[in-house]
């Protein structure tokens, strides 16, 4: 996304593949069209994403989040090396409960989130050696990989406005799954997954529906 990141060994290096999830957010907030959009970045890592769309939309103030000391370090770094303070903050907790006490309930456009989303059983076998240099939690998701994706597409509606958009980063083969979360909540429409270049599904994205 054109941002340059200060990396750390606490959190998890931020990948190219991330970039498809920033550029759907920042597309989804361009047509929103809003002076002063609002957004939460769940699970934010080192910040990436925050800082990103801070940079590609002027007006946007983001809320970001994380549940270890050293993701919440790294994040603050990046954005005091933007000079993003003023509309970017960073918070720590365990998925929206770093929220908790802001009165941001029914007022966020976007939330973009890119969740661990590796099964414990991999993280044991085949994709072991990604614990070598990045901690154990910007991996481990459960038995499926999806155990955060599961409370993000439950909790999420609380804080998303009507017609507000949560976008997800997922794991190779994991879109339809997702999609399939989302739809039986029954709390989201316009269930939509983009492509990469290659083909593969990477990115899910829902509308919150307007409460009945």
């Not at 941002?3 to 550029?23: I, N, Q, S």
């Not at 939309?57 to 990046?78: F, Y």
């Not at 009507?162 to 709390?187: I, S, Y």
Request: a negative charge.
């Amino acid at each position: 996304m054109g941002v340059e990141l200060l990396v750390a060994p606490g959190a998890l290096v931020p990948r190219p593949e991330t970039e498809l999830l920033g550029a759907t957010a920042v597309d989804v907030l361009r047509r929103m069209n809003r002076a002063e959009p609002r957004v939460v970045d769940m699970c934010c890592g080192a910040g990436n994403l925050a800082c990103g769309i801070a940079h590609h939309i002027a007006g946007a103030r983001v809320w970001a989040s994380d549940l270890t000391d050293g993701c919440v370090e790294v994040a603050r770094r990046n954005v005091a090396h933007h000079g993003l303070e003023d509309r970017v903050s960073v918070l720590q907790g365990d998925l929206f409960d770093a929220l908790s006490g802001l009165a941001l309930d029914g007022t966020i456009d976007v939330i973009v989130c890119n969740p661990p989303y590796i099964s414990d059983k991999r993280l044991e076998g085949d994709r072991a050696h990604l614990l070598a240099l990045e901690p154990r939690e910007a991996f481990a998701a459960g038995p499926y990989g999806l155990s955060i994706h599961m409370r993000v597409v439950k909790d999420a509606p609380r804080y998303l406005r009507p017609g507000g958009v949560l976008v997800f980063e997922v794991g190779l083969g994991q879109d339809r799954q997702v999609a399939m979360l989302l739809e039986r909540g029954k709390l989201y429409e316009g269930i939509g997954v983009v492509m990469n270049d290659a083909g593969e599904g990477r990115v899910v994205m829902a509308r919150a529906k307007a409460p009945a």
